[in-house]
């Protein structure tokens, strides 16, 4: 097993279709473009990609594209849900060992010194994301089987407020459950989600959590309403380093 690794995290893409844009006035298609142009330039090439959630902006015939686009990656990609997504469209894009035994798109990457767990958090149709049922089973079944190695969890919601006016109404419904699941589990090291566009990072009892921010456009997180908001047309991609135990993060600028 590899003593070290890269995971190169790319989120929140919102992608339209070519001479389409988000929101009438955000080119994310040659964002999109420009982001594997970056990737394929890294330094170091990640061993592969987590795209986590809100791969595409509602409109499910973007995925063809999108997809087409992540073939110019020079590694495998890892497609997770977001609620801008649809979830029976991504499937048709997503490997069927990734889908669990319910139709949620919950799976682990485990060929590796860290145990990769991609949690399912989003609610079709809906802002505001939840761990279902059987997905807090499945995900209790995970842990119990990963105890021998460090465990890292991507999730598209986050499971804890962030201090964000925008955001904290819209997060995962149930972090609670989880986070007092997860602490059971002395292995946990990191929880990364996206959904937030921001950057976040703060440790809790041990863990880590922090957001991947967006590869299109970023939120304030110190917004003071959902009017008149400044974004900022910045994209980034998180690279996750993991050499002889530690876990090392940081955020490159995509270029434009
Ligand atoms: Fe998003």
Redesign the pocket.
């Known amino acids: 097993m590899k003593k070290k690794f890269i995971i190169g995290q790319i989120s929140?893409t919102?992608f339209v279709n070519k001479n389409e844009k988000l929101f009438d006035k955000f080119d994310t298609y040659t964002r999109f473009v420009k982001t594997i142009e970056t990737c394929n330039e890294l330094l170091e090439i990640p061993d592969f990609y987590i795209i986590s959630g809100?791969l595409i902006h509602d409109n499910e015939s973007f995925y063809k594209e999108f997809f087409k686009l992540c073939n110019n990656l020079k590694r495998p990609v890892y497609a997770m849900m977001?609620n801008?997504d649809k979830r029976n469209a991504l499937k048709k894009y997503v490997k069927s060992d990734l889908i669990d035994s319910h139709g949620y798109i919950n799976y682990t990457i485990s060929n590796y010194p860290l145990e990769i767990i991609c949690l399912d958090t989003a609610i079709e149709n809906n802002i505001e994301g939840t761990i279902f049922e059987t997905s807090i089973k499945w995900l209790e079944e995970k842990l119990a089987k990963s105890r021998n190695k460090p465990v890292i969890i991507f999730m598209h919601h986050p499971p804890i407020e962030i201090g964000s006016v925008l955001f904290d109404h819209i997060n995962c419904n149930n972090g609670d459950e989880f986070i007092k699941l997860i602490s059971k589990y002395q292995n946990v090291k990191e929880v990364i989600f996206?959904?937030v566009?921001c950057f976040f990072d703060k440790i809790i009892n041990g863990i880590k959590f922090s957001s991947c921010p967006?590869a299109s456009i970023q939120y304030p997180i110190d917004a003071k309403s959902d009017k008149n908001i400044q974004l900022d047309t910045n994209g980034y991609v998180k690279i996750i380093d993991y050499d002889q135990g530690e876990i090392s993060t940081k955020h490159v600028n995509i270029n434009n």
């Open positions: 929140d919102h809100d977001g801008h996206g959904h566009h967006s």
